[in-house]
């Protein structure tokens, strides 16, 4: 079956960067986008990242210019770099890969707090 685990959180002071990665499993990975998306405590979830099959990226405003999502389809692993780091991105991360319209397969989530 299908899984997504994520990995690279962690406790990080403000402009700070840190690193996740996502390691798919059970799916042709090269063919599907890939996205980014977190959850603060108390707001809905939002999606930060897209990076699609053939390698075009969307961000949220909120991230652009300080995150960068790549992939590397020999490892089936989704990237998210995320520089100058701000209380404000703390959240639990989560990628994402929908298969078709009515298949969305999601990972465990990776906590990343910014605080000093």
């Known amino acids: 079956q299908v899984q997504l685990v994520e990995s690279g959180g962690g406790l990080v002071q403000p402009g700070g960067s840190l690193r996740l990665s996502c390691a798919a499993s059970g799916l042709a990975f090269s063919r599907y986008a890939m996205s980014w998306y977190r959850q603060a405590p108390g707001i809905l979830r939002e999606l930060v990242a897209t990076i699609t099959s053939g390698g075009t990226t969307n961000y949220a405003d909120s991230v652009k210019g300080r995150f960068t999502i790549s992939r590397d389809n020999a490892k089936n692993t989704v990237y998210l770099q995320m520089n100058s780091l701000e209380p404000e991105d703390t959240a639990v991360y989560y990628c994402?890969?929908?298969?078709?319209?009515?298949?969305?397969?999601w990972g465990q989530g990776t906590q990343v707090t910014v605080s000093s």
């Open positions: 994402k890969c929908s298969t078709s319209p009515f298949s969305d397969y």
